[in-house]
Nanobody, 112 residues
Framework: VQLQASGGGLVKYGGSLRLSCAAS????????MYWYRQYPGKEREFVAM?????STYYAVSVKGRFTISRDNAYLFLEMNSLKDEDTARYYC?????????WGQGTQVTVSS
């Protein structure tokens, strides 16, 4: 499975942005998909998860502002009411039965 994230950019405080992640390869093997983010010098942290059955889960810091969705081979993250602390590099991840796949990430920068 290959993942290609896109949609990042510069956005004003309080603005919105929509990230996309396109999966290719053995897409049918994907069980769950995730968004993570990483601050410089820090480890990646969980942002949101979309389970195969449709359940969604969010980090406390983004709940109520971010919405994760999936359309077959595409994963999305709708981000609203963006804050300074949302500035990070965002990565999509796909989970198959015994493998994990990561995309290359897309940078989101929120300006005050």
């Amino acid at each position: 499975v290959q993942l290609q994230a896109s949609g990042g950019g510069l956005v004003k405080y309080g603005g919105s942005l929509r990230l996309s992640c396109a999966a290719s390869g053995n897409v049918d093997s994907i069980i769950n998909m995730y968004w993570y983010r990483q601050y410089p010098g820090k480890e990646r942290e969980f942002v949101a998860m979309h389970a195969r059955g449709g359940s969604t889960y969010y980090a406390v810091s983004v709940k109520g502002r971010f919405t994760i969705s999936r359309d077959n081979a595409y994963l999305f993250l709708e981000m609203n009411s963006l804050k300074d602390e949302d500035t990070a590099r965002y990565y999509c991840k796909a989970e198959a039965r015994s493998e994990r796949f990561w995309g290359q990430g897309t940078q989101v920068t929120v300006s005050s």
